[in-house]
């Protein structure tokens, strides 16, 4: 049986950023909420396809690379999970070929009935191409 991580709101998302911090590593929490049209997706790299490093969450907040943030990943049918990762990327409407401004969050640690869900969600949307050298 999956753990299904429950909805956050703002308040515990807050509670969360404020925890984080005192216990020396400052995490922000993220919403990452795909869909089958969603600008919000898993990405990947070359010779990945259904494999994702972490997931790009199309957002005009602003955000440093490096940042550790906790995510929370909702997909179709109401599966839910939360991971830990770092922001590898920013898009911007200038350097996005989508136009779409976001953030790419690779995963940190991701449990394996997790990953077992971005793999089946990957099989049904492939993930969004993602190059260091771009």
Not at 4 to 28: F, K
Not at 46 to 72: I, N
Not at 104 to 114: C, Q, R, S, W, Y
Request: glycine fraction near 12%; include cysteine; charge should be negative.
């Amino acid at each position: 049986m999956l753990n299904e991580a429950p909805t956050h709101t703002n308040a515990e998302l807050a509670a969360l950023n404020t925890s984080s911090a005192t216990q020396g590593r400052c995490t922000r929490g993220v919403e990452a909420n795909l869909g089958v049209c969603s600008d919000t997706n898993f990405y990947g790299g070359f010779g990945q396809t259904g494999t994702a490093h972490g997931v790009f969450v199309a957002t005009y907040e602003s955000y440093r690379p490096g940042e550790h943030v906790e995510v929370h990943v909702h997909l179709p049918g109401g599966f839910e999970f939360s991971a830990h990762g770092h922001v590898q990327f920013l898009a911007t409407p200038q350097n996005d070929s989508a136009g779409t401004p976001g953030v790419g969050i690779h995963f940190d640690d991701l449990a394996p009935e997790h990953a077992a869900l971005v793999e089946r969600f990957a099989r049904k949307r492939p993930t969004r191409f993602y190059s260091e050298a771009a």
